[in-house]
């Protein structure tokens, strides 16, 4: 068989040629040859296999850029990166529908807030401070980073949960907007100045003793549902009451290595 115009090929392969002109321009399927004369595209029968693939994969919603990723892959390694991305996309659809839930929930009246707000007196502290924009797939990988920087002894630390680094927002942090977020590591006063010095890329900063209303979430209450239910619930509480800065999550446990049923963050607000 010889080559294969854009229409047949297109049949054979059951993409449109839209789709087809599409991927040539973004490298993912280039023809064998383009016609000199008339700038028709030309296929081979055997790009038939990876076109088949790409229609294949589409079909599971992933993103172009990740099918020229799995189409250049020998078999087995392609085959793993599939079932990498059908993990995640079975966990973001789960997290979704937690998401989902909620606002039922909210929009219907029914259930009650599973947290339970509780109050406590912060005192006066020195943090040490990093501080970016980034959006929701960004933020793990960040934070995970200044705790593999800083979480090797390096750092002398406050005594209980005042001394257990957390992240303020100050702004949403979702797929589309990028905070600002801060990374804040409480430090001995005494020590302060010392340790700005070892790490002039980090602010130093003060932060005031403050009363700040919490709740205590598990392992399994660290996703986009849950963070709504504590904030809803933190908001239902105030009734009235002036939270004065930006929320924060506490961290005094690593959620990667906790049971699922296991506290390890509180979500707080200074009030």
């Known amino acids: 068989m ?3 115009t854009i229409g047949a090929f297109a049949k054979a392969s059951r993409l449109s040629p839209k789709a087809l002109r599409l991927y040539d321009e973004l490298g993912l399927l280039v023809p064998a040859m383009v016609d000199p004369d008339n700038g028709y595209r030309l296929y081979t029968p055997d790009q038939l296999d990876r076109a088949r693939l790409v229609a294949w994969l589409r079909r599971v919603d992933m993103p172009l850029a990740r099918i020229r990723t799995i189409c250049d892959l020998e078999p087995a390694a392609a085959a793993e990166e599939l079932r990498a991305y059908w993990a995640r996309a079975e966990a973001e659809h789960v997290a979704r529908g937690g998401v989902v839930a909620f606002l039922v929930e909210r929009l219907t009246g029914e259930g009650g807030s599973m947290f339970e707000v509780e109050v406590r007196e912060v005192p006066e502290r020195m943090l040490l401070i990093a501080k970016r924009s980034v959006t929701l797939d960004q933020l793990g990988a960040w934070a995970t980073e200044q705790v593999e920087r800083f979480g090797n002894g390096l750092l002398p630390a406050l005594p209980g949960i005042g001394g257990a680094p957390f992240l303020m927002f100050y702004g949403e942090v979702d797929a589309d907007s ?6 804040c590591r409480p430090i001995p006063a005494g020590q302060a100045e010392e340790i700005g010095r070892r790490f002039p890329d980090l602010q130093v900063r003060a932060d005031p003793a403050h009363r700040e209303a919490y709740v205590r979430l598990t392992a399994s209450q660290l996703d986009a549902a849950g963070s709504m239910r504590a904030i809803q619930a933190l908001g239902d509480w105030a009734q009235g009451r002036e939270f004065i800065g930006p929320h ?7 959620p990667t ?3 699922k049923d296991a506290p390890v963050s509180d979500l707080a607000c200074p009030f």
């Open 178 to 183: 990028d905070g600002p977020v801060e990374w």
């Open 248 to 254: 924060r999550q506490v961290f005094f446990a690593d």
């Open 2 to 4: 010889g080559l294969l």
């Open 257 to 259: 290595t906790a049971a």
